[in-house]
C-alpha cells in the first residue's frame, strides 16, 4: 500500500469490521491491518477468515481478531463487539459491511425469506451501530460506516429486499448520525457499484454482463474491493473527523 496514502490516526486503534472474510470485506480488514490497526472481524464463513488472518500475520506481526458468527444473531453480534472491545480496549471504527445480494423475484418472496433479507442486510447493522455507539460514547467518539449500494439508488428487478433493505441504511446511516452526533460519533455510508469480487465472478458478472456495465461507467476500469477499502480508511481515519450524516459513492461513473 506503499502508493496509496497513510493515515497516522489509525495506527493501533480498534476497527471492527462485519463480514470481513471475503471480498470487500476482507481487502478492508487487510487494508486497516497495513495501517497499523488493530483489526476484529466476524462472518459465517471461517475457512477463508482463517486463511486471511494467517495471511496477514505474516505480512504485518499481528493477526487479526476472528470471531465466527451469524450476524443475524443479534446477541452474539453484539457480544463479539463487547469482546473485541474488552481485549483491545476502546472502539474506533465500526464497519457494517456483512450483506446478501441473492436475486429474488417478487412474487417469489415468502414473510419469512423476507425478514431473512432485512435482518443480514439491515437488522444487523443498526444493532451492530447500537452495541458500538455506546462504547465510543464512553471514549472519545468512534467512526461508523454502514455499506449501502448503488442498486438503492438504481432499483434493479429481482432485488425487491435488497433494495429496500440498502435504501434503508442510507436513511438509517442518517438518523443515527443525528442521534450520535452529540457524542462525536461519525455516522456515513459507502455504496458501491459492481466490484468484482470471486462472488461476483462466480455469479453474476459474465463476459456480456460486465461488458454492459463498461458502457455505462465514465471510467472503464473494473472497480475492485481495494478501491472501496481506501475510502473506508478515510472515512475512519481522523481525516474525515467532520463529516457525518453523508453517502460515498463509488462506482467508477455510473450513477
Not at 143 to 154: G, T, V
Not at 224 to 245: K, Y
Request: proline share 4%; with cysteine.
Amino acid at each position: 500500500m506503499s502508493e496509496y496514502a497513510k493515515y497516522p490516526s489509525l495506527i493501533g486503534q480498534l476497527v471492527f469490521i462485519t463480514g470481513g472474510a471475503t471480498g470487500i470485506g476482507a481487502a478492508m480488514v487487510e487494508a486497516f491491518a497495513e495501517q497499523g490497526a488493530r483489526v476484529a472481524f466476524v462472518d459465517l464463513d471461517s475457512a477463508p477468515a482463517n486463511i486471511l488472518v494467517s495471511k496477514l500475520e505474516k505480512s504485518t506481526g499481528t493477526g487479526p481478531w476472528f470471531r465466527q458468527l451469524d450476524v443475524t444473531d443479534t446477541d452474539a453480534l453484539q457480544e463479539a463487539i463487547r469482546d473485541a472491545t474488552e481485549e483491545f480496549g476502546p472502539l474506533y471504527a465500526l464497519v457494517n459491511n456483512a450483506a446478501n445480494d441473492n436475486r429474488h423475484s417478487p412474487d417469489q418472496v415468502t414473510q419469512q425469506g423476507w425478514r431473512d433479507c432485512m435482518a443480514i442486510n439491515l437488522d444487523a447493522a443498526f444493532f451492530a451501530a447500537q452495541t458500538a455507539a455506546s462504547i465510543m460514547a464512553n471514549a472519545s467518539g468512534g467512526s461508523i460506516i454502514n455499506f449501502s449500494s448503488i442498486n438503492a439508488l438504481l432499483g434493479p428487478s429481482e432485488m425487491p429486499g435488497y433494495v429496500a433493505a440498502k435504501a434503508g441504511i442510507i436513511g438509517l446511516t442518517k438518523a443515527l448520525a443525528n442521534d450520535y452526533g452529540e457524542s462525536d460519533v461519525r455516522v456515513n455510508a459507502i455504496l458501491p457499484g459492481w466490484v468484482v469480487t470471486e462472488r461476483q465472478l462466480q455469479t453474476w458478472l459474465t463476459p456480456e454482463a460486465e461488458a454492459s456495465w463498461m458502457e455505462q461507467v465514465a471510467l472503464k476500469k473494473r472497480l475492485m474491493p481495494a478501491d472501496v477499502a481506501n475510502l473506508a480508511l478515510f472515512l475512519a481515519a481522523d481525516d474525515s473527523r467532520m463529516i457525518t450524516g453523508q453517502r460515498f459513492t463509488v462506482d467508477g461513473g455510473r450513477t
